[in-house]
């Protein structure tokens, strides 16, 4: 089977043990950098690999690129080998954090042209509540190699984005929580609002009371109204630091609305030019 957007704990059920199955553990916590990989320690998902956001999924040593820069091709390449990737695998990554940290890597596969890559639907907790089974055994690296690059146009950086915004032809929406949008809060970044003509879609409201996503006809619906005035491929996703913001992007993909990029420094790389214009507000 072959799943490109999210994937049901009892559908992953059914491919583990496959050897056409890569199974990533990407959970994550700013507050404690260490907790994620110490939960995949203590447990995980049958043969899963851990991806580490900080060291795995980023490049923390870029300057100007926001809080989670992107990684050289050459090093994703390295932890995809790693991993035992290879590009006709079934990929299936997973969190705690309801996706967020997960679409990430489904993103960033997605850049290197592997589209056979979903999202466990409710994560961790999902799987353990349906009481399928965990495991503390590390698997063993692979040791391979792998040969990836980046499709550079997906990929949105300032001066994409900026002249977009100016001549009307981009929308840019920001996955970040309400208050922080506003600039009423911001309990990261040194300074707080958004980038001047941004729209605000906070990544939670892609998930029902359950933690999993909206049925995908209210996601659409949802979706279409956010973006009214432009289509698909002309809309850009921010976040704080490039991570959330690929939830909203799985969630666009998820209803059919197709076409939508990244625009990977976000806020914190946006203000780490002090010239650059902030506002705030709805």
Request: net charge negative; aromatic share 8%; glycine share 12%.
């Given at each position: 089977?072959?799943?490109?957007?999210?994937?049901?704990?009892?559908?992953?059920?059914?491919?583990?043990?496959?050897?056409?199955?890569?199974?990533?553990?990407?959970?994550?916590?700013?507050?404690?950098?260490?907790?994620?990989?110490?939960?995949?320690?203590?447990?995980?998902?049958?043969?899963?690999?851990?991806?580490?956001?900080?060291?795995?999924?980023?490049?923390?040593?870029?300057?100007?690129?926001?809080?989670?820069?992107?990684?050289?091709?050459?090093?994703?390449?390295?932890?995809?080998?790693?991993?035992?990737?290879?590009?006709?695998?079934?990929?299936?990554?997973?969190?705690?954090?309801?996706?967020?940290?997960?679409?990430?890597?489904?993103?960033?596969?997605?850049?290197?042209?592997?589209?056979?890559?979903?999202?466990?639907?409710?994560?961790?907790?999902?799987?353990?509540?349906?009481?399928?089974?965990?495991?503390?055994?590390?698997?063993?690296?692979?040791?391979?190699?792998?040969?990836?690059?980046?499709?550079?146009?997906?990929?949105?950086?300032?001066?994409?984005?900026?002249?977009?915004?100016?001549?009307?032809?981009?929308?840019?929406?920001?996955?970040?929580?309400?208050?922080?949008?506003?600039?009423?809060?911001?309990?990261?970044?040194?300074?707080?609002?958004?980038i001047p003509?941004?729209?605000?879609?906070?990544?939670?409201?892609?998930?029902?009371?359950?933690?999993?996503?909206?049925?995908?006809?209210?996601?659409?619906?949802?979706?279409?109204?956010?973006?009214?005035?432009?289509?698909?491929?002309?809309?850009?996703?921010?976040?704080?630091?490039?991570?959330?913001?690929?939830h909203n992007?799985?969630?666009?993909?998820h209803a059919?609305?197709?076409?939508?990029?990244?625009?990977?420094?976000?806020?914190?790389?946006?203000?780490?030019?002090?010239?650059?214009?902030?506002?705030?507000?709805?």
């Open positions: 089977m072959t799943f490109t957007t999210l994937i049901s704990a009892q559908d992953l059920a059914g491919c583990c043990g496959s050897p056409d199955l890569l199974i990533v553990d990407c959970r994550f916590e700013l507050s404690d950098t260490q907790k994620g990989e110490n939960a995949w320690r203590a447990a995980h998902l049958p043969g899963a690999h851990y991806a580490h956001l900080d060291r795995n999924l980023s490049d923390l040593s870029k300057v100007g690129l926001g809080r989670h820069p992107l990684p050289d091709a050459e090093a994703f390449a390295a932890t995809l080998g790693r991993w035992g990737w290879q590009p006709g695998m079934q990929v299936v990554a997973y969190d705690d954090a309801s996706g967020s940290t997960a679409a990430r890597l489904w993103w960033m596969l997605r850049l290197v042209g592997h589209h056979r890559v979903a999202v466990l639907d409710g994560g961790y907790a999902g799987w353990v509540a349906a009481g399928l089974p965990v495991g503390s055994d590390a698997p063993t690296p692979a040791g391979g190699a792998a040969v990836v690059d980046y499709a550079g146009n997906e990929v949105v950086y300032v001066d994409e984005l900026s002249a977009g915004l100016r001549d009307g032809n981009l929308l840019l929406l920001d996955a970040r929580g309400a208050m922080r949008y506003r600039g009423e809060v911001e309990p990261i970044d040194p300074v707080a609002g958004h003509g941004a729209r605000n879609r906070p990544f939670t409201d892609n998930l029902g009371p359950s933690g999993r996503f909206k049925p995908v006809d209210e996601l659409r619906a949802e979706l279409e109204a956010v973006i009214s005035g432009f289509e698909p491929g002309q809309v850009i996703h921010s976040c704080g630091s490039g991570v959330t913001a690929c992007l799985l969630a666009m993909e059919g609305l197709a076409g939508s990029r990244v625009f990977a420094p976000s806020w914190s790389g946006w203000i780490s030019d002090p010239s650059r214009p902030v506002a705030r507000g709805a």
